[in-house]
């Protein structure tokens, strides 16, 4: 059974930066991503994700530049560096991965079968 356990959240003042850790266990998953839900909005959104296969990356428009994904598959690890963190960016942050899904999908919710329970990260103006 996979398991995806996301840690590294808290509370920043515009600008600031925080990292965000998932850690996996119980099978490799080829695509990672991070996707994102503020109260009172249905859709989750996609924030960024990384293949394994070839390390690529891809990111939502909202957080290019300022967001960088990576992963250490040796602590079976994916991150989420945050810097100049906007009040727009507080959400819940979810990991999500799937080892069978294809890269083209990786922006939609509906293609990953394992997700985290998610970490509140909180920006004030």
């Known amino acids: 059974q996979v398991q995806l356990v996301e840690s590294g959240g808290g509370s920043v003042q515009a600008g600031g930066s925080l990292r965000l850790s998932c850690a996996a266990s119980?099978?490799?998953?080829?695509?990672v991503a991070w996707f994102r839900q503020t109260p009172g909005e249905e859709e989750r959104q996609f924030v960024a994700?990384?293949?394994?296969?070839?390390?690529?990356?891809v990111y939502a428009d909202s957080v290019k530049g300022r967001f960088t994904i990576s992963r250490d598959d040796a602590k079976s690890t994916v991150y989420l560096q945050m810097n100049n963190l906007e009040p727009d960016d507080t959400a819940v942050y979810l990991c999500?991965?799937?080892?069978?899904?294809?890269?083209?999908?990786?922006?939609?919710?509906?293609?990953?079968?394992?997700w985290g329970r998610g970490t509140q990260v909180t920006v004030s103006s």
């Open positions: 119980g099978r490799t998953l080829s695509i």
């Open positions: 999500v991965g799937d080892s069978t899904t294809r890269w083209i999908y990786a922006f939609s919710r509906g293609a990953y079968d394992y």
């Open positions: 994700a990384i293949r394994r296969k070839s390390d690529s990356a």
